[in-house]
C-alpha cells in the first residue's frame, strides 16, 4: 500500500471518551516512502458498532487531499453515552487505498445543552415526576441522571459508594465532575484516574462546568467494587484559611466564590456481552466525611492531618465508622455539563535535590536546580503528632532561606505554606491533594536529614518535585552549538510548560490567573513544542464565557478577581477572542471554533468600536507592558494594530461561513482603521529623517522613531507598500541608536524578533539577548535563573512567567529557520542561518502532517554548509536560499539515492529525508 494512516483525532479533544457535540472534525496523518504519493480521495464512516454494520455517518467516498477539518454530522446527532467507531479510508494518485485503524469514542449527552444540569435538591420537593416538571425530564435518553452530592460544607470530603455487581461488565466509563477539583478512584487502583490531577478545569462555573471520563473497565470486577472521590476547593470556593494567604482577596480581604458548598456528582455507565447496560449515579446512597486535608487553598497551601487518613476507603472490604454519613443532595453549580477536551493536567519529570543544607535545627532546604510547577512529595517518618512544614520558592536568601524579594508580596514567604500531621506509622508519604506551585527551592521544618538530626526531629526519608502541567502533545526539540543559546531555549521552554494547565496562565505561583495577552504572543513559539489545539478551544469558550453583556472580552477568563481600567479592558489580552481562532486554523488546520466564535467577535469589535479615537485609533489600554515594569507606551501604535488584525481575522471568519454581507463589513471597517493609523502614525514628509517612520503618540506634539512602532506596523501589514524598505530602516536605526539594547515590553517583544527575522540581523537579536544589563535574557542566565522572569529586573517578585519567551519563535524560525507558509504546514520553508554564528543546529517539530526534521553544519575552514531535511508525506518544504544563483546539490535517502542540483532562490523538498550542500 502507498500510504500509512499513522495517526488519527478528532479535532480540539485530547481524550474522546465524553463527546458532547453532534458536530466532531476529524483528522489523520500519513507516511509514504515515495516522493510523489499523495492522497487523491478519502471516506470517513461512523459506525455504533465496531463491525460497521450501523453506520450512522458516511461521507462516501471524497474527492481532495483533505485531511484535516473534515466535518461529520449525523442526522438527528450522535446517540448519548454510547460508544462509537470511526475509520478513514484513503485513495492515492494510483488508485490504491488504505484503510487507517479503528477509532474509538463515547458520547455523554450531546444534546442536554437544553436540558437541567443534573438534578439537585430541588427534587426533594419539586420531583420531575410532577406534571408540571415532566416536560424538563422527559428526554430521558438525552439527560444527565446523575445528583451532586455533598455535605453542605466547604471544607474538603471523600465520597465513596460500595458497588455489588452481579457479573463482569465489559465495558466500564465513569462521567463525574467535582468542585472545585476532585481526584476520581476506584478499587484502591491508582491508574484509575488515568494520571489526572486537579480535574476538572478551571472554568467560569456560573457558565460552564468541566466533566471528565474515565474507563474502567478493566478495574471493576464481579462482586464488591468501591467508586469514589476526594473532593477539594479550587477557585470555585476558594479557601483562604486562617494564616494563608489568597490572591483573590480585596483589600478588605474579602473574595467572591464561585460557590459555598463542595460537591460532586458520576454516572457509571456499564456495559455487559449480552447487550444490556446499566447505569449508576450519585444520589444519597453515597457515602461521605470529612477529609484528612483540612485546608485545600490553591496557593500551595494545604493542611492534613495523616492520622485522620480512612486507610482504604477507596477500596473494597473498607468498613465505614460514625465519621461517615449519607450524602446530601445539593443544589451544585450554575453552569451547564462540558466535556473536560483540554488535556488534563498531569505530572511528567521527576527531580531529586541537586544540594542539601539544614540552615539551624530543623530547618532543611533543598535546590533542586530547576525551577518548575511541582508538586512535591515527601517521605518523613517520626512520632505521631509531629508537624512539618514546607515552604516552596524560586528565590533564596543569603541565609538560604526561602525569600520573596518583592517587599509588597512578603505573603509568598511567610504565608505560603502546607502543613501535615505525621500518624506515627514509620515511613509516612505527603503529597499535595489540590495544589501546585512553580518553585526551585523546596525547605522543610520541624524535620531533619537523618546525618544530621542531634534533635530527635522527625527524619526527612526522601523529597522529590514533580513537575506539573498539561498533557498536551510534546512536539519540538532545538540544539545549538552556542551553550548560552541552549541554557535560553530551556529557560523558555520550562517557563511554557510551567504555564499550561487548563488554561494558558503568566504565573503558577503568585497569580495563577488567566492573563490572555499569553495566548496569542505565544502561540506561535508554544506550537513548536506542545500541540495546543485542544487547549486554545477551550481557553476560547473560556472567553466566551467571560463576555460582558456590553461585548467586552476582560484581560482575563475565568475571571476570579475583577480588575480596573485597563488592567480589566485591553484589547491586547481580549482581542485573543479574535486572534486564537485564526491561530487554530494556521497552525493546526481546523475551523471549529467559527461557528461558536463569530458573534462573540462581532460583538467586542462593536464595543471597542465605541473606544476609538481620531476616526479609528485605539489606546486606553496597557499598552507596551513589561517596559520597564509597566511604561504603557506605543498604546495607539500597538492597541490600534491589534484591532486592525482582528478586523481582518473576523473578515476571513465571515468568508468561511459564508457571510458575505458581514465580510463586506469587516473589510470596509478594516481599511478604516489602515486609513486612520497610517493618517495619524506615519511620518512621510522626511524632514526629521531621510526617510519614512512611524511615530507613537506617547508625547503630544512629538515625533519619536522606537523600534517597537516600526515593528508594529510592519508585521501587521500596515505599511504601505512603497514604504515598507523605509520602515525597516527606521527600525533598523532604532536598534543601533539603542546600543543593540531590548526597547519593548511583552507585547512588543514578539514583534521585534519578527521583524529581526525578516531583516535577517541575527547578529542584532543576540547581541541584545546578551547585554550585560537589563534588559537581557543572558543576565538572567548569568545569575542561575532556569526560567524567565515577570520583568527585567534581578530581584523579581516571580521568576516564572513566559510572557518574554517570544525569542523561542525567532529561533525556530530564523536558527533551525522552519516556518510554517499554508495552513498546517501543507508547505513550510527552511532557511538556513547562514549570517549567524552558529556552526551547527539541530531540531525537529511534529507538525500536524508529520515530523520535520533538520539539522545544519557549517564548516568554518572550507566555508561549506551541509545540511540534513526530512519532510513528511503530504508536505512539501521549500529551502529558501539568498539569490537565484545559489545552488544546493540535493541528495534524497532511497535505495538507489541519487544527487542533483538545484538552483535559486527556492528549492522545493518533496516528502522524503534529504541530504544537502549548499553553495550559497
Request: aromatic share 12%.
Amino acid at each position: 500500500m502507498a500510504f500509512q494512516i499513522t495517526r488519527c483525532g478528532i479535532h480540539a479533544f485530547h481524550e474522546t471518551l465524553g463527546i458532547d457535540t453532534d458536530k466532531i472534525r476529524v483528522f489523520w496523518v500519513l507516511q509514504s516512502d515515495f516522493a510523489d504519493a499523495r492522497q487523491t480521495a478519502y471516506r470517513v464512516e461512523i459506525s455504533a458498532t465496531k463491525s460497521f454494520d450501523a453506520i450512522c455517518w458516511d461521507s462516501c467516498k471524497v474527492e481532495g487531499n483533505q485531511q484535516r477539518n473534515v466535518l461529520c454530522a449525523p442526522d438527528g446527532g450522535f446517540q448519548s453515552a454510547s460508544f462509537h467507531y470511526w475509520r478513514v479510508t484513503v485513495w492515492d494518485q494510483d488508485g490504491n487505498t488504505s484503510q487507517g485503524a479503528t477509532n474509538e469514542f463515547f458520547t455523554a449527552y450531546p444534546r442536554s445543552s437544553g436540558l437541567l444540569p443534573p438534578y439537585s435538591m430541588n427534587q426533594t420537593y419539586m420531583p420531575h415526576t410532577s406534571l408540571i416538571f415532566r416536560t424538563w425530564f422527559e428526554d430521558e435518553a438525552n439527560r444527565w441522571k446523575g445528583v451532586w452530592i455533598g455535605d453542605n460544607g466547604d471544607k474538603p470530603i471523600y465520597v465513596r459508594k460500595a458497588i455489588h455487581l452481579d457479573r463482569q461488565p465489559s465495558r466500564a466509563i465513569v462521567l463525574a465532575s467535582g468542585l472545585g477539583h476532585f481526584n476520581f478512584v476506584c478499587n484502591g487502583d491508582p491508574s484509575a484516574a488515568n494520571g489526572h490531577k486537579l480535574d476538572p478545569g478551571w472554568t467560569n462555573y456560573h457558565r460552564t462546568v468541566q466533566f471528565t471520563a474515565y474507563d474502567v473497565s478493566g478495574i471493576l470486577k464481579q462482586g464488591e467494587n468501591v467508586l469514589g472521590a476526594h473532593i477539594g476547593n479550587g477557585f470555585y470556593a476558594g479557601d483562604q484559611g486562617d494564616d494563608r494567604f489568597f490572591w483573590p482577596c480585596y483589600e478588605d480581604n474579602t473574595y467572591v466564590r464561585y460557590g459555598n458548598e463542595l460537591c460532586f456528582f458520576a454516572e457509571l455507565h456499564l456495559f455487559y456481552e449480552d447487550g444490556s447496560r446499566e447505569t449508576i449515579t450519585t444520589g444519597p446512597d453515597w457515602s461521605l466525611r470529612k477529609s484528612a486535608t483540612t485546608l485545600a487553598n490553591i496557593y500551595s497551601s494545604e493542611t492534613k492531618d495523616l492520622r485522620a487518613y480512612p486507610h482504604g476507603w477507596d477500596a473494597p472490604g473498607f468498613q465505614e465508622d460514625v465519621q461517615w454519613k449519607k450524602a446530601t443532595p445539593v443544589t451544585g453549580p450554575r453552569g451547564k455539563l462540558k466535556y473536560q477536551n483540554q488535556p488534563p493536567v498531569v505530572l511528567h519529570e521527576t527531580y531529586t535535590p541537586k544540594t542539601q543544607k539544614t540552615l539551624e535545627p530543623g530547618v532543611v532546604a533543598f535546590d533542586f536546580g530547576q525551577n518548575m510547577t511541582t508538586m512535591v512529595k515527601v517521605q518523613v517518618s517520626g512520632p505521631a503528632g509531629s508537624e512539618v512544614i514546607v515552604r516552596f520558592s524560586e528565590t533564596i536568601g543569603e541565609d538560604g532561606k526561602v525569600l520573596m524579594p518583592d517587599p509588597l508580596f512578603k505573603a509568598f514567604e511567610t504565608d505560603v505554606f502546607c502543613k501535615f500531621t505525621l500518624a506515627g506509622t514509620g515511613v509516612e508519604t505527603w503529597e499535595p491533594d489540590f495544589c501546585f506551585t512553580a518553585a526551585r527551592y523546596i525547605q522543610i521544618e520541624g524535620a531533619a536529614i537523618e546525618s544530621d538530626n542531634p534533635n530527635g526531629l522527625p527524619t526527612i526519608i526522601s523529597l522529590e518535585s514533580r513537575h506539573i502541567s498539561s498533557a498536551a502533545r510534546r512536539l519540538g526539540t532545538m540544539t545549538t552549538d552556542k551553550e548560552d543559546c541552549n541554557q535560553l531555549l530551556s529557560m523558555c521552554y520550562w517557563s511554557f510548560v510551567s504555564n499550561l494547565f487548563s488554561y494558558h496562565t503568566d504565573c503558577p505561583q503568585i497569580e495563577k490567573f488567566g492573563w490572555l495577552e499569553v495566548t496569542h504572543l505565544l502561540a506561535p513559539a508554544t506550537q513548536y513544542i506542545r500541540d495546543m489545539e485542544s487547549l486554545y478551544s477551550k481557553i476560547l469558550s473560556d472567553i466566551v464565557d467571560a463576555q460582558e453583556p456590553n461585548g467586552l472580552c476582560p484581560t482575563m477568563a475565568p475571571e476570579i478577581r475583577y480588575m480596573c481600567g485597563p488592567l480589566h479592558d485591553t484589547i491586547t489580552w481580549g482581542g485573543a477572542v479574535a486572534l486564537l481562532p485564526e491561530i487554530l486554523r494556521f497552525y493546526y488546520g481546523t475551523t471549529h471554533v467559527y461557528e461558536k466564535l463569530f458573534e462573540p467577535c462581532v460583538r467586542y469589535m462593536e464595543y471597542i468600536a465605541t473606544q476609538e479615537r481620531d476616526g479609528g485609533l485605539i489606546e486606553h489600554g496597557l499598552g507596551d507592558w513589561g517596559r520597564d515594569i509597566a511604561f504603557g507606551n506605543n498604546q495607539a501604535n500597538i492597541e490600534t494594530a491589534i484591532y486592525y488584525r482582528c478586523l481582518r481575522n473576523i473578515q476571513g471568519m465571515a468568508a468561511e461561513l459564508g457571510k458575505p454581507e458581514q465580510e463586506a463589513r469587516f473589510k470596509a471597517w478594516a481599511e478604516r482603521i489602515y486609513d486612520a493609523y497610517n493618517a495619524h502614525l506615519l511620518v512621510a514628509d522626511k524632514q526629521k529623517y531621510p526617510y519614512a517612520f512611524y511615530t507613537s503618540r506617547d508625547e503630544p506634539g512629538v515625533q519619536d522613531r522606537n523600534m517597537v512602532a516600526q515593528a508594529f506596523a510592519l508585521q501587521f501589514h500596515l505599511v504601505p507598500s512603497a514604504h515598507i524598505p523605509d520602515v525597516q530602516r527606521a527600525f533598523l536605526a532604532s536598534c543601533t541608536d539603542s546600543g543593540h539594547r531590548i526597547q519593548a515590553g511583552e507585547i512588543g517583544l514578539k514583534y521585534l524578533w519578527n521583524t529581526l527575522a525578516d531583516v535577517d540581523r541575527p547578529d542584532i537579536v543576540l547581541d541584545m539577548a546578551r547585554q550585560q544589563e537589563h534588559p537581557s535574557y543572558m543576565r538572567f542566565l548569568r545569575r542561575g535563573e532556569t526560567t524567565l522572569n515577570e520583568f527585567w529586573q534581578d530581584a523579581c517578585r516571580s521568576k516564572c512567567h513566559d510572557m518574554l519567551g517570544t525569542i523561542y519563535e525567532w529561533f525556530y524560525e530564523a536558527v533551525l529557520g522552519v516556518k510554517c507558509e499554508a495552513v498546517a504546514y501543507r508547505t513550510w520553508t527552511v532557511r538556513p542561518p547562514l549570517k549567524s554564528e552558529f556552526g551547527h543546529v539541530r531540531g525537529d517539530v511534529e507538525c500536524p502532517y508529520g515530523r520535520i526534521e533538520v539539522e545544519y553544519w557549517r564548516d568554518e575552514p572550507s566555508g561549506g554548509v551541509r545540511m540534513k531535511i526530512s519532510v513528511p508525506t503530504s508536505t512539501v518544504g521549500y529551502l529558501l536560499l539568498p539569490g537565484d544563483e545559489s545552488e544546493a546539490d540535493v541528495t534524497r535517502q532511497q535505495k538507489e539515492p541519487s544527487t542533483i542540483v538545484e538552483k535559486g532562490k527556492r528549492i522545493a523538498l518533496k516528502p522524503g529525508r534529504y541530504d544537502l550542500v549548499l553553495r550559497p
